[in-house]
Structure formats: structure tokens, C-alpha cells
């Protein structure tokens, strides 16, 4: 039992040791820049409807040199930012379920590197009138099948008692 603990206790002593050692060797050298891949902008802006955000609209970006697209959604309360990789010329398009599509075309530069594209969605409206058919409606399938085998039972009992008497 003794001998596991003076085990234990070198293992901890020989661990602090090495860590202690790697620090100090880390402290002496110096940082090496990491290479980042900069970013040209950021397009950002609020998607709303009269008063309303509108959360979970989707937002393409496409630059107007590529077929690339940056695609990114609304938060709750309808901002959206996305980072784009160099400075041109970029499409904007919002969509969102019973709206109507929206576009916009924004340019990064090194004058404008932050643009606000700010949306605001109409609503689609629905057909202006349907015309109604003049003729009778009649009876969705669930009562009809419900009557028919109304129907059947009655008959059933009816040629059940006649067979009784």
C-alpha cells in the first residue's frame, strides 16, 4: 500500500515537473502570427413587415462574379448579418413563406466594408374573390360513409327482428 502511494506521488511530482518545463518553454519562444483569412465585409440589416420582424426568413447573398451563395436566416427579431470573402457587387434576396420575394443589390468596398440592407416584406393577399358553383353541396365522405353504414345496421336489425317473430 505504501509503495502504491510513493508511486502516485512520484507520477504527480515527475507531471507537474514536465508541465512546468513546457511553459517555460512555451513563454521563451515567441508567438507565431496564425494566418486568418480576412474578410472583405459584412452585409447586415432587419427584415420586417409593417411593425413586425419577421424571424426565419432566408437570406441569399450572391456575389455578381460567381454562382456562390451565402445563405443565412433572421433571428426572433429579424436582423440578419453575414460575412462575405472580397469586396463587388452583391445580390440580396430575402424569402419567406406567404410573402412576396424581395432583392436588393449592395456593394462592398474599401469605403464600405459594413453595408445595412434593411427588407421589408409585403404580404402575399389571396385570390380577390372565388366564385362560388350553384350547385348543391353535398355531404363530405366521412357522413356519407357514416350514413351508409347507419343504413346497413338499421336493415340488419330490422330483417333480424322480422326473422324473430
Not at 510513493?6 to 515567441?30: G, N
Not at 451565402?70 to 429579424?78: A, F
Request: with cysteine; aromatic share 6%; hydrophobic share 45%.
Amino acid at each position: 500500500m505504501i509503495a502504491t502511494g510513493k508511486l502516485v506521488f512520484r507520477f504527480l511530482l515527475l507531471s507537474s515537473a514536465l508541465l512546468a518545463f513546457d511553459r517555460a518553454h512555451a513563454q521563451s519562444q515567441p508567438a507565431q502570427p496564425q494566418p486568418s483569412e480576412s474578410a472583405a465585409g459584412t452585409i447586415h440589416g432587419i427584415v420586417t413587415s409593417g411593425n413586425m420582424p419577421i424571424p426565419g426568413a432566408a437570406v441569399s447573398i450572391s456575389p455578381a462574379s460567381s454562382s456562390q451563395k451565402i445563405s443565412v436566416w433572421t433571428d426572433v427579431v429579424g436582423s440578419y448579418s453575414a460575412t462575405v470573402p472580397s469586396n463587388g457587387s452583391y445580390t440580396v434576396q430575402v424569402q419567406m413563406v406567404a410573402f412576396a420575394n424581395s432583392t436588393r443589390q449592395v456593394v462592398i468596398d474599401a469605403s464600405h466594408q459594413n453595408v445595412a440592407a434593411h427588407f421589408e416584406l409585403t404580404l402575399l393577399s389571396l385570390p380577390a374573390k372565388r366564385v362560388l358553383s350553384p350547385e348543391v353541396p353535398t355531404a363530405p365522405p366521412a357522413l356519407s360513409v357514416a350514413f351508409k353504414l347507419f343504413l346497413h345496421c338499421r336493415t340488419w336489425l330490422l330483417k333480424t327482428q322480422a326473422a324473430i317473430r
